[in-house]
């Protein structure tokens, strides 16, 4: 009875104590993260403004704004995106609603892609390099950067959109085949629409990884900060652009701290959208 | 929610079989795409990987690329003590983190605390590089100059690799079944005890995959470790020591690199990309074997 | 299917998609187009250059990247850039490349402003790399661990810096490893108990606008313009663009434009000194 009581004790002991370090670890993430956040808004809340963001860069960005570098990110992202999602998205409806999942080709798809996801973003910047810059004769370009993120986006674009095209209840396949419907009025009509929230959900996920890249774009966009003429001029993007001012412009440290803020508020934005959407997904998936 | 405004008869006869082709073609551009990655890094390596021996890397002197010294020793050793230790940290805290969202704070609570977590992943990494270098490095520089060094990138890289170990750890600790747990407590176990004995070995494989996935990460990482691990090629002899990882050797030579220094820099990224392909390998079968 | 010709379909293939998703008109680059690669030493001036000249020019664009020397050479050797920057003469070997001086420029030591430490000797600069001095008492200044910086291979001010000292890059024993010269600036002005060298024209350039860096004399001779020009700095160098082949029409236009003395306030507001080209 003695021994029974005191490994009682011992047990509650260990139990706040487990308890003790799990509370302290997450007091100190948290610190830590708000450390981080309490840093960037101090550092650069002063220098952000209405003509931070619509201005050129001045004296290799320690003055003027961050105007052209902003035009510049959205183009790689743009040519990015509009390559990478109508490739990502035929290959996740192929892959969820017209091949078996024993299927050896999708199979062989899937495992390529997966093998494509853990590919590091600095060997995508080695490619894009030798094949974008230097193969196809892109050169430092917006077309070479937008080119190799495409490559980098496949893999999560298309995950997210297989995931969503498989939560669509397979009621709704077969009931538009009993109406006679052909897989392709089904798909455009019924499944796409259905599971569109998630599709949005992806490609936000998959914008967010683009705004977030540098090391892809080190040696595909180049980093000239000025305002971009064409798709072929090099353009320096806002994460490049944290990276240029805080390694190699004495002084640099302030905008560069706008800048963060301007990028860390834009990828959150994108992030509590994108984490929206997934919600609305799965609260229908309950009511249906 | 459904849109069904436009006639079922689809204008543009867009047949089934045509439809199959133009997704067909889709995906093979996607499956090309990794095949495409893995002949130009080959083809980039081959003047090195054709001509110079491989036992090179290893018994070559130094790595001083334009005096044709390439040893890539304490380039991997550099990046492998930076993951580790990474690792080393991340882990306990992360499954700390998951264990708090799903077992001790109140629904509230842990639903702010995932949420901050996930905002955690959205900060990129050359913003953690930065504040790394504007405040961490500095802070170090007093305890123990030069501050730029293997212990800044561990801790950068602790942060990075945390939200992946919390969530893994957390979508793991949630798929358990519910009665296990309800057999524990009425079996009069304490909390730990019921984590300790039911809840963690349930969710052992979705945790190893989270840490295997967490590790690949931190190997291929490269703006954050570039810009607050010194990049000096040695072995470190304590956690103060500058170090070059092989992610951050890739993006620091590449711009100027020429003939057989390139090769080499692409047989490295070849390496990095084989490392990290058998591990997010190793994390899939682990995946595979929880769902089975 | 030759080489070329797949080449092109592709690209053919790749711009279609780009501009059929798009709906992007802006692809066609601007009528006339120069790309610059090279030593990050002398971008920051053709960067000057090349905006006068474009305001001069209308329909002209040029593109000024960094990157360090070798980079210059390889990517004018293979077409990337049309024009190279080169902070060195050529080498013997370097044959077929043509070379143009548009200023000079010399190499110098810096510290931290608040380093006691006002000058050293070749020899103590030796040590001190090598790791052979590790603490700034030894050289009279502070009890302070020295922080050497150097800078990545495959950069001539590190080429130019090695051979004055007569070190290989293996001898060398650094703390930091730094790119391009405003880096070793930032790193230095950082640090107070470090050591860099980089361009004087990079170095008075920070220096003036109140980053906390200076600049030490090299075998007594102090790191001035004034002395660079007059050739008593022991450690000087031309910066140089460097073409492929006899320079063509822009690129022709631009190299005279940079050598001429339109461009002399620019390469002195740079901290270089100008050459006299007649």
Not at chain 1, 78 to 87: G, N
Not at chain 1, 122 to 130: E, T
Not at chain 1, 234 to 249: E, K, T, Y
Not at chain 1, 254 to 275: E, F, G, K, Q, R
């Amino acid at each position: 009875m003695h021994e029974v009581r005191n490994t009682h004790a011992w047990q509650i002991l260990r139990d706040r104590g487990v308890q003790f370090l799990i509370y302290a670890s997450v007091l100190l993430i948290s610190a830590v993260f708000i450390w981080i956040l309490v840093d960037l808004i101090r550092g650069g809340i002063a220098h952000l403004s209405w003509e931070f963001l619509i201005e050129p860069p001045r004296d290799t960005g320690r003055a003027g704004g961050i105007a052209p570098i902003l035009v510049s990110t959205l183009l790689i992202l743009l040519v990015a995106v509009l390559t990478a999602v109508p490739i990502a998205w035929t290959t996740a409806i192929l892959l969820a609603e017209f091949v078996a999942v024993d299927n050896a080709f999708g199979k062989a798809v899937r495992f390529s892609l997966h093998v494509l996801a853990g590919v590091p973003s600095i060997v995508f910047g080695l490619f894009g390099n030798a094949f974008f810059s230097i193969y196809l004769g892109l050169g430092f370009s917006i077309l070479s950067g937008g080119l190799t993120l495409a490559c980098m986006l496949l893999p999560i674009l298309t995950s997210t959109a297989e995931a969503g095209l498989r939560t669509v209840p397979n009621t709704y396949r077969t009931s538009a085949s009993a109406l006679g419907l052909t897989r392709t009025a089904a798909l455009i009509h019924l499944i796409l629409p259905a599971a569109a929230p998630v599709l949005a959900a992806g490609l936000l996920l998959g914008i967010g990884r683009a705004l977030a890249e540098t090391a892809a774009l080190l040696f595909t966009s180049g980093y000239v900060e000025r305002m971009p003429d064409s798709l072929l001029d090099s353009g320096r993007a806002l994460a490049l652009h944290i990276f240029d001012l805080s390694m190699n412009v004495p002084g640099g440290d302030t905008p560069a701290y706008a800048s963060s803020l301007v990028l860390v508020s834009l990828l959150l934005c994108i992030n509590i959208l994108a984490m929206k959407f997934a919600h609305g997904l799965q609260r229908r998936k309950i009511m249906t | 929610m459904i849109w069904s405004k436009r006639n079922i008869l689809f204008p543009l006869k867009l047949t089934d079989s045509l439809l199959q082709g133009i997704l067909r073609a889709g995906a093979v551009i996607s499956a090309l795409v990794m095949l495409l990655i893995s002949l130009f890094l080959v083809v980039e390596s081959w003047p090195v990987l054709g001509q110079i021996s491989p036992v090179r890397f290893f018994t070559d002197t130094s790595w001083h690329p334009l005096e044709g010294a390439y040893q890539l020793m304490p380039i991997l050793a550099g990046t492998l003590y930076a993951s580790v230790g990474a690792l080393l940290l991340a882990i306990p805290l992360g499954i700390a983190s998951a264990l708090f969202i799903v077992y001790y704070a109140s629904p509230r609570l842990a639903k702010w605390y995932k949420r901050l977590v996930e905002l955690l992943v959205g900060i990129p990494s050359v913003v953690f590089g930065f504040w790394g270098l504007t405040t961490l490095v500095p802070l170090i520089n007093q305890l123990h100059p030069p501050g730029a060094s293997l212990l800044a990138a561990i801790l950068v890289l602790t942060l990075m690799i945390l939200p992946t170990i919390t969530l893994t750890a957390y979508s793991a600790l949630m798929a358990v079944p519910a009665e296990f747990l309800r057999n524990a407590i009425a079996l009069g176990i304490s909390r730990w005890g019921m984590i300790q004995g039911v809840a963690l070995p349930a969710a052992k494989n979705g945790i190893t995959a989270g840490i295997i996935l967490a590790a690949a990460r931190a190997l291929g990482e490269t703006m954050a470790v570039l810009m607050v691990a010194g990049n000096v090629v040695q072995y470190p002899e304590t956690f103060f020591d500058p170090v070059r990882t092989l992610a951050a050797n890739i993006a620091l030579e590449t711009a100027y690199a020429m003939g057989d220094h390139r090769a080499v820099l692409f047989v490295s990224g070849l390496l990095l990309m084989l490392l990290v392909m058998v591990l997010s390998g190793i994390a899939g079968l682990l995946e595979k074997q929880r769902h089975a | 299917m030759s080489m070329s010709d797949s080449k092109k379909f592709l690209l053919v293939f790749i711009t279609c998609f780009v501009l059929e998703f798009g709906g992007l008109a802006c692809a066609y680059a601007a009528s006339e187009r120069l790309v610059l690669t090279g030593s990050s030493t002398v971008a920051p001036l053709v960067g000057e250059m090349a905006r006068r000249f474009e305001t001069m020019n209308p329909g002209v664009r040029i593109d000024v990247q960094t990157g360090g020397t070798s980079r210059g050479i390889n990517d004018t050797r293979n077409g990337t850039a049309d024009i190279g920057m080169v902070s060195r003469a050529l080498k013997p070997d370097e044959n077929g490349l043509h070379a143009f001086t548009i200023a000079l420029d010399g190499i110098s030591i810096i510290l931290h402003a608040n380093n006691r430490v006002t000058a050293l000797s070749k020899q103590q600069i030796i040590d001190i790399y090598t790791g052979k001095i590790t603490n700034w008492r030894s050289v009279g200044g502070a009890d302070a661990r020295i922080t050497v910086v150097n800078k990545a291979e495959g950069r001539s001010t590190l080429e130019l810096f090695l051979h004055y000292l007569e070190l290989k890059n293996s001898q060398i024993k650094p703390h930091a490893i730094i790119g391009d010269n405003p880096q070793g600036i930032k790193t230095v002005a950082g640090n107070p108990n470090a050591i860099g060298y980089v361009s004087i024209g990079a170095a008075e350039y920070e220096a003036e606008r109140g980053v906390p860096i200076k600049l030490l004399p090299l075998d007594g001779v102090d790191a001035t313009i004034a002395n660079v020009r007059n050739g008593t700095f022991p450690l000087s160098r031309p910066l140089n663009l460097i073409t492929s082949r006899e320079p063509q029409e822009l690129a022709r236009r631009f190299i005279e434009f940079a050598r001429s003395l339109q461009t002399h306030d620019l390469v002195e507001a740079q901290y270089f000194v100008p050459v006299e080209v007649n």
